[in-house]
């Protein structure tokens, strides 16, 4: 009877470690983890005044990314969403990833890649307040906040759309549009989310790695089914 009961407890252990583990796992996969980092970056949170980011750190609402110059900070959200901030860059985490599927960064300065397979997540500049999904690129510099979208769309002040490989200026007294025309510049930042990690399991690789094949100056319509020369 004795080795019954010590079996029993041994099952019942057993089964609350997996459990465990299993929440744990399940924790993990719902918060930003940095996977890559060069330079001099620190995270700034409630609970640490300042600290260098590493590899593994895990990001939470509240906490505030500083990148000095040729730095660079890669966090990741498992299968869901992946992020690149670029040198000279401040952004503040608002908004993690919660039940309600919330993202909300302020960008102060600097640049972000940003590519979500989420339905939406919001970006806000001095002077933007961006909602977008699919990929794009989000720059404030010098008063004037640049939104590139290379896929998916985004909507700029409730009021401006962007489809995909449409491309916005917003100053603090208009917001200019257009089409992304390829050149070098769009090259590179394709090439760069090519080369992320896990950027295969948030977004098309294989048909950035076409467009990467066209010619300087082509334009690639807003549906993605012409292209102009």
Known sequence: MYYGVLQM???????????????????????ME?????????????????KPA??????????RLTLQGNSYLTYYIQNNSLFKLKQNT????????????NIK????SGEIIAITKLDSINIITPNANISMRGTAIIANNNGTTTVKV????????????LST???????????????IVLNANIKSYLNEIINMPYA?????VNFYRSIVTLPDNTVINVNQSTIEK
């Open 9 to 31: 407890y041994k099952k019942i252990i057993a089964i609350i470690f997996v459990c465990a583990f299993a929440l744990n796992a399940q924790y993990n996969a719902n918060y």
């Open 34 to 50: 940095v996977v890559s980092v060069q330079g001099e970056v620190k995270i700034t949170s409630k609970d640490i005044i300042a």
């Open 90 to 101: 401040s952004l503040n985490i608002d908004e993690s990833l919660d039940r309600n599927n």
């Open 54 to 63: 590493n590899i593994g750190d895990l990001l939470f609402s509240n906490d």
């Open 200 to 204: 295969n399991n948030v977004t098309q």
């Open 165 to 179: 490989f449409m491309q916005a200026n917003i100053s603090n007294t208009e917001i200019t549009t257009g089409n």
């Open 150 to 161: 290379l896929s998916g769309s985004a909507k700029i002040n409730n009021n401006t759309e």
């Open 105 to 108: 960064f302020t960008l102060s």
